[in-house]
Structures are given as C-alpha cells and as structure tokens.
T-cell receptor, first 113, second 113 residues
C-alpha cells in the first residue's frame, strides 16, 4: 500500500521565492497534518485538517505560511516569501479520525539561501 | 492539558546494552500512547503503541507498558544493536481533542559496536 507521499523530497531556493510543498495522504484517511522539524525546535505541528477542513492552524508561524486541502487526496503548504529561517524538514502525516495512529511521509527537505 | 515529556538525550550505548528511554504524559482524557522511530534522513515510523492501561506494545525487540498509575510509557530493549541508532519519539493521542497528536521532543540514540 502506498504511504503518505510528499513532493519535492529536496528543494533549495533563494530567499524571497515562493515554495510549495505537496502531500498526498493515505487513501481513505480523513485527517492530515503538517509538521516542521528543526534541530533547534524539534517537531512542531503547523496545521491539521479533518475532512479537508482546517481545525487548528495555531502552529503556523506567520502570514507567510498558508496551507490548503482542496480535496481528500491532496494538500499544499505554501511559503511566500521564503526566508532562510524557514529551512527545515516539513513532514506531512495522515490518519483516520479516531483511528489513533498517525502515518508520516518521508519529508520535504527545504533549504532557503 | 495534554503533553508528553521524554528523557533528554543524546544517549550512547554499546552494542548489546540494555536500553530505557523514559516517557511520562499528562492527558485530559483516555489517551493512546505511541513510540515512533526516525532513522537518519527518513520520516517518523510507528514502532509500537498501546491503547489502554496495562497494555504492552512490542515490536522489533522493543517494549513499552502503558502505566496509568505512574502516567508513564517507558521504552525498553534488552539488547540494542547498531541498527537501532535513531531518534525515538514518545507520543499520545486523545480522542476528545479532535484527533490531535502530541509528540515529545525526541531522544537520540547512538549504539556503538
């Protein structure tokens, strides 16, 4: 079975550019999460969706970050404009609501120079 | 509120040594408890879980017992291998939080031959 699929796996971009990260959750899962991982701050929840509706976006660092989930099989996390401090690994994860196990993708490794 | 506190690392052990990584939690409801493992350059993978008090989760020689009286879920392995070198995350989910998952800060384990 396909797991959570993220793209791109690696991206290097210049400061000020727009970055779009993509995620396809596990088929049938109805809850989707975006996390950011850095050495300094560890694993941080940015936002999560239930049934394509954002439930908690309190972890989104600032207005430069936005996330959408237009349908059950696709989500994007956008950073515009990007800054060097946004360099991190961004993980997407999915689960069933009430299913009590969360599955992670392999991450998108973002470097902003 | 809901939170997880786990033993800070890094932890360095010799091959075949006994491993314990401590994890304690606070929860407003009846949580499910998890250990996730992250190998270098990869996403988090579910290692084991327990969904109710006194349950023992086990996988790949790792074990953890859900102790409600001490609000703990310590990870143990009797004989570690070099291939166990990774970062280990304790986590909980509570069904009354809209499918929210709470992760600890992670404990880095290095096993030397």
């Amino acid at each position: 079975d396909a797991g959570v699929i993220q793209s791109p796996r690696h991206e290097v971009t210049e400061m000020g550019q727009e970055v779009t990260l993509r995620c396809k959750p596990i088929s049938g899962h109805n809850s989707l999460f975006w996390y950011r991982q850095t050495m300094m701050r560890g694993l941080e929840l940015l936002i999560y969706f239930n049934n394509n509706v954002p439930i908690d976006d309190s972890g989104m660092p600032e207005d430069r970050f936005s996330a959408k989930m237009p349908n059950a099989s696709f989500s994007t996390l956008k950073i515009q404009p990007s800054e060097p401090r946004d360099s991190a690994v961004y993980f997407c994860a999915s689960s069933l609501i009430g299913g009590n196990t969360i599955y992670f993708g392999e991450g998108s490794w973002l470097t902003v120079v | 509120g809901n939170s997880v506190t786990q033993m800070e690392g890094p932890v360095t052990l010799s091959e075949e040594a006994f491993l314990t990584i401590n994890c304690t939690y606070t929860a407003t409801g009846y949580p499910s408890l998890f250990w996730y493992v992250q190998y270098p350059g990869e996403g988090l993978q579910l290692l084991l879980k327990a969904t109710k008090a006194d349950d023992k989760g086990s996988n790949k020689g790792f074990e953890a017992t859900y102790r409600k009286e001490t609000t703990s879920f310590h990870l143990e392995k009797g004989s570690v291998q070099v291939s166990d070198s990774a970062v280990y995350f304790c986590a909980l989910s509570v069904s009354n939080t809209g499918n929210q998952f709470y992760f600890g800060t992670g404990t880095s384990l290095t096993v030397i031959p």
